[in-house]
């Protein structure tokens, strides 16, 4: 746990913790951990399955906390969209995404940032021009942004969250369903939600090797996403034979320990300097 990203860390474990006073000081901490410069956002590198070269990444917060150390985004984003202070983290992450990936795109390159939107923003009248406005402020193709929303049984629910998705998708931005297959992955749904992506959740991944169900599962919906025109991205791929397995699936995308952890900005710079491929 405490290597995580590839680096170790004291990580705060709050098994120990009641879960609401955990929830309260964390969400009462928020607000000051962002002016103060505790967050901070981690970028896992994403491979195209065919080329294999590195050619995205996805964004991830991380919380540095002076005393608790690490603290990973699983014990705080769900407090964070509960207590109403998810707006303000989007954002922030969202902001800096963009810089990087405006920055490294300038000189001609088309390098691709995702970023986790949560549910709950979704049915915000502010979503829409402020993702247009960070776009434009950091001179970013409306394309080369991703955004990722968690498949869950009130995604695409409501009029409200349509209307942003394909006000979204309107702007050019790519949306991509997340930990596809452990919610309502129905082929109504495909059809509801304009994703030009989909994600298959790590669970379906991370035995592939093993386990001749999850070959099947992946496979198909691959066949699937593909034959509705969605790519696919395949997330948890933590060794060489699922890689393989996935390759000779038709994967579009590949994203895993075994490719490369989350990691610094900088440190991912120099990999695409380096022009890498797995
Ligand atoms: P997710 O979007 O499904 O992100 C993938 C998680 O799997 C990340 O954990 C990543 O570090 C981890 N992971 C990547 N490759 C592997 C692998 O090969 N094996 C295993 N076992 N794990 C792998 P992380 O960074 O702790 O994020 C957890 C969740 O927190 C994310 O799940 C996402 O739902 C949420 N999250 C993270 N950052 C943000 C953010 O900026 N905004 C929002 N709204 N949610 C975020
Ligand atoms: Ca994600
Ligand atoms: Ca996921
Ligand atoms: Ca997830």
Redesign the pocket.
Known sequence: EAA??GKRWATFNPASVEDADWAMSLLARLDHAIDNGELW??Y?PQFDGQTKALIGA????RWTHPEKGQI???QF?GPAEQGGR?ER??YF?LDKALAVAGNVNRGGRHFTIA????VPLLSSDKLVPTVERLLHKHKLAPELLTL?V?ETSTLGSAEIQIANLEALSALGVQLSI??YGTGFSTLEYLRRIPASEIKID?SFI?MLNKSQSDRIMVNSTIQLAHSLGRKVVA????NEEILQELQQMGCDIM????LG??MPWQDLLSRISEGEAF
């Not at 970023?115 to 949560?118: D, E, P």
């Not at 997330?235 to 933590?238: L, P, Q, S």
């Not at 994203?255 to 075994?258: E, I, K, L, R, V």
């Open positions: 995580r990203d956002v981690a896992q996805e964004a991830l917060v990973y985004p699983d984003i998810i983290l989007t992450v970023v986790n939107l949560s990722e968690t997340d930990d790590r991370s997330e948890g791929v933590e994203q895993g320990y075994h952890r989350p």
